[in-house]
């Protein structure tokens, strides 16, 4: 099969864009990775790079038993050179001959034909079936010629396992998979759905042929509802057997063990096949197959579709006895119960029983995915005359899916019951267990919520049910809280004309979160009426009116209470196996406990919060919002802005407006922090556009308005930022969100001082921070600014004050970034002893500089100086060289802005 290379070309995301800056003009480069990953295409990006034209050697599996084939296609590549007119004569003269003389001669004519080539760049492809004989002659020839550059693609060579025959001295890059981004640009002509996307890329671990070879399924429906165990499509099974291929039989043992296992890990694999489980999952591990480098021991494939071909290939009595296998070695005994029964006889009538209360158990140890498998497994295998029974299985198999967001099970739950005679009732609570395993890869959304409306007519409580999942998706998808809010006070009324106390709390509390978005008055009241109704053990927690108020704690800065709220709703998800619930609760006191300026307890919610949606099929994007925000403000500016990135992209695929919002304002603060305002402005400009357009009035739900302001203030466009502050000042004091009002004065602070009413802007940041003194790090970031503030009036005593007191804050809350940043200001406020040792800059450097700390990009800073790229990207080299500084936040505190 061709190499993947030939699928991605014409796709510049996806063509060596990934591999490693360093490679790039390095003169001897390995290649690596596994069929249809893109190692040609990446082999061909970095040949022209050099700048010189390139001469392609292609090797085929025919070539490597015959010697000096490679030595031949060079020889004829260049036939118009005397030395490869002799090389290859002398190749015609080897057969019959002395073997070790004809090795020397054409050791000496192929060191000639390099010394004598014109300038190029040689790319050696599919070099895994170079023959043995052409490596030897052409390694020789190469350590002559150091400067001669080469660009090698194979499939499989360990780095550490000693020296490559292209040169010892050779760079070896793993080529690195698609990024879900670059898949979706890959598959543009399919015009996927974004769901479709996101499965299409796990399936495929990244690899662009494999990707394609998905995407170009007959039948892409019925891969959808099977999910990852879906047949895999001709093209694709030829791909993954072509990489299976590339280890031994012995490993695709192992490996076929694994993908039988929900969860495999190193000791499993060594209890089943002994003490050569580890080499052989090296080999896996080599060839691309598996990452081992998971700090549970866990075993991954790196494409699911891996595990799904392998499985695929197996017989039935093989799988069940390979099951019985591995129920035996299992030390864990819900997996080896889940073995037993994949071991059973499926006419088994007492599988069924068994699988229920294995699944139960699951539940309550928290395996989302196992009792969502487990629970699936025993209603399939309960028997069709035993219809109530079956009804009852399937739907709580639905609802496990649900809890886990995994659709595919979610689907085959429901086909159990909707395709066969049932109820209203359960017909209805089939699919609104459907639609809420959906998250937001609801596709056909109008179709679903027209049959649950149709099963549910005549029916108000079951009515009401399906409007309030047609009101969260107004809301969420749409981008439509007035329709929401309609669907939500229609359904309240339904549920509480039939007396239905569970569903008449869902739809005030879908009313109130709703109303509070458009700053309706209403909100209280709705919230109120629910939050007097007897509580319901039938709600999921993060839809319950407990946990709406402590949300609405948060947005009116009373983190404290919003955490005492929180924390009992985090033992009632957990126990009730709610991962989608749980993740919520953890994102809420996570928050929570960053505004009260407990930031180590703020990074392990927000960490368990991302652990969790990591292992389970629900939407990366809520998790990446509050991780971006927790990890921004307490650890790592790079990482943070990495969960954002992620959060973004997940939010465009599936479509989900509120946290597009929400992460795109993540990505724009952390950039303004980092002292990047000129990047900030266009995450947190699209923010306002959306946020407009779904209509959300009250400020303090989302906090980017300030955040704005200040971004606008830093790269000149003070009209607009005034306008924006005044125009959000008057809608908070309208609606009374006093909270918003000190962030709101820090921005027009900043304002001031851009001005020059140095001392206006001062007394509004010091109001500001005395009102801030129950949220330690907005306090401290106020006393920053305030620092900022004094030093442009030229109040150096007064800036170092307020820097003083930002940096003690900063470090007793543990809030490292923002630590760093005030000790950089305190640090050039302090006078030098003896006068001011800091290193000069040129005056070169100086207008370098300053242009980069007012959040320049190098392109913007090279059209203004009038230079190019390369020698500002030098210049900066220095003045970080010289302040002895190692980023671009650093420097926006050691100089003194372009703007300044």
Not at 324 to 348: I, M
Not at 589 to 613: K, N
Request: hydrophobic residues 45%; aromatic residues 2%.
């Amino acid at each position: 099969m061709r190499d993947s290379a030939t699928w991605v070309n014409g796709l510049p995301e996806a063509s060596g864009a990934g591999l490693p800056d360093e490679v790039r003009g390095i003169r001897r480069v390995v290649l690596f990775g596994p069929p249809g990953i893109g190692k040609t295409t990446a082999a061909g990006v970095l040949g022209r790079q050099l700048g010189r034209p390139v001469l392609r050697l292609a090797p085929g599996p025919q070539d490597t038993p015959v010697p000096y084939t490679g030595l031949l296609e060079l020889a004829l590549a260049l036939q118009p050179l005397p030395t490869a007119q002799e090389l290859a004569a002398a190749l015609d003269e080897t057969v019959g001959t002395d073997h070790a003389g004809a090795s020397l001669r054409l050791r000496r004519l192929t060191a000639a034909v390099l010394r004598d080539a014109p300038p190029l760049t040689l790319v050696v492809d599919n070099a895994q079936w170079l023959d043995a004989a052409s490596a030897a002659v052409l390694g020789w020839a190469l350590r002559l010629a150091p400067g001669f550059p080469v660009v090698v693609a194979e499939r499989t060579w360990r780095p550490g396992a000693g020296n490559h025959w292209c040169g010892e001295d050779a760079h070896p890059v793993r080529v690195p998979p698609l990024t879900p981004r670059q898949v979706a640009a890959l598959l543009a002509p399919h015009r996927p759905t974004p769901g479709e996307v996101t499965r299409i890329h796990a399936r495929s671990g990244g690899n662009p042929a494999l990707a394609l070879a998905l995407a170009e399924a007959a039948d892409p429906a019925a891969e959808r509802d099977g999910g990852d165990g879906a047949a895999l499509p001709p093209a694709a099974r030829r791909l993954v057997g072509e990489w299976l291929d590339t280890v031994s039989e012995e490993a695709r043992e192992l490996l076929t063990l694994a993908a039988l296992d929900d969860r495999p890990d190193r000791g499993l694999l060594a209890r089943l096949v002994g003490p050569a489980a580890g080499n052989l999952l090296a080999e896996a591990g080599a060839a691309g197959l598996v990452d081992l480098d998971r700090p549970d021991g866990e075993v991954h494939f790196t494409a699911s579709a891996i595990g799904a071909e392998l499985t695929a290939r197996l017989p039935e009595t093989a799988r069940r006895l390979l099951h019985a296998r591995l129920a035996e070695a299992s030390h864990d005994g819900l997996r080896r119960d889940r073995h037993t029964l994949l071991a059973a006889d499926a006419d088994d009538p007492g599988t069924a029983r068994r699988a229920a209360r294995a699944a139960g158990s699951a539940r309550l140890r928290g395996e989302h995915a196992l009792a969502a498998e487990l629970s699936l497994l025993a209603a399939e295998r309960t028997p069709p005359e035993d219809a109530a029974l079956l009804a009852e299985r399937a739907l709580t198999a639905a609802r496990d899916a649900a809890h886990y967001g995994d659709l595919p099970r979610g689907r085959a739950a429901a086909r159990l019951v909707l395709h066969r005679h049932a109820s209203p009732a359960q017909r209805v609570d089939t699919l609104v267990a459907l639609i809420d395993a959906s998250g937001q890869e609801l596709h056909g959304a109008d179709q679903l919520f027209a049959e649950a409306l149709h099963a549910a007519a005549g029916h108000p409580g079951l009515t009401a049910q399906v409007l309030i999942r047609q009101s969260l998706w107004a809301n969420v998808n749409d981008g439509d809280p007035r329709r929401a809010c309609a669907l939500a006070e229609r359904a309240a009324a339904l549920a509480e004309s039939v007396g239905d106390t569970a569903a008449t709390t869902l739809a005030l509390t879908m009313q109130a979160r709703v109303q509070r978005i458009l700053g309706l008055p209403g909100a209280g009241g709705a919230l109120a009426r629910a939050l007097s109704l007897p509580r319901s053990a039938a709600l999921p927690v993060n839809g319950t009116p407990q946990h709406l108020a402590a949300r609405h704690a948060l947005f009116d800065d009373r983190p404290d209470l919003a955490r005492s709220a929180l924390l009992p709703l985090l033992v009632e998800a957990e126990r009730t196996a709610d991962a989608e619930a749980t993740v919520d609760v953890l994102r809420g006191l996570a928050e929570a406990e960053l505004r009260a300026g407990r930031c180590t307890e703020a990074l392990a919610y927000a960490r368990r919060a991302q652990a969790l949606t990591d292992r389970t099929a629900l939407s990366p994007s809520p998790a990446c919002y509050t991780s971006a925000l927790v990890e921004g403000a307490t650890r790592s500016t790079d990482t943070a802005l990495a969960h954002a990135h992620r959060g973004i992209d997940a939010s465009r695929q599936e479509d989900n407006k509120v946290f597009l919002s929400r992460n795109l304002f993540a990505l724009g603060h952390l950039l303004l922090a980092a002292g990047r305002p000129k990047e900030a402005l266009e995450p947190l400009a699209e923010v306002r556009v959306l946020e407009e357009e779904q209509q959300v009035r009250d400020p303090s739900v989302l906090r980017w308005h300030g955040d704005l302001a200040e971004a606008l203030v830093a790269v000149g466009h003070d009209d607009e930022a005034e306008a924006l502050l005044a125009d959000t000042r008057r809608t908070a004091t309208d609606l009374g969100r006093t909270s918003v009002l000190p962030a709101l004065d820090r921005a027009l602070a900043l304002l001031d001082a851009a001005r020059g009413d140095h001392d206006s802007a001062a007394r509004r940041l010091a109001d500001a921070a005395d009102r801030q003194r129950h949220l330690p790090l907005e306090r401290g970031r106020t006393l920053l600014a305030l620092s900022h503030a004094e030093r442009r009036g030229r109040r150096r005593a007064s800036a170092r004050a307020a820097a003083r007191s930002a940096a003690e804050l900063f470090t007793a809350h543990r809030a490292h970034p923002w630590a760093d940043a005030a000790a950089l200001a305190l640090q050039r406020l302090e006078p030098a002893p003896g006068g001011d040792a800091r290193p000069r800059l040129t005056s070169a450097e100086e207008r370098c500089a300053r242009l980069a700390a007012a959040g320049a990009s190098n392109r913007d800073i090279a059209a203004t100086l009038t230079v190019s790229v390369k020698t500002v990207e030098a210049t900066l080299t220095r003045v970080y060289r010289k302040l002895d500084l190692h980023s671009r936040v650093q420097l926006a505190h050691a100089v003194v802005p372009a703007s300044e």
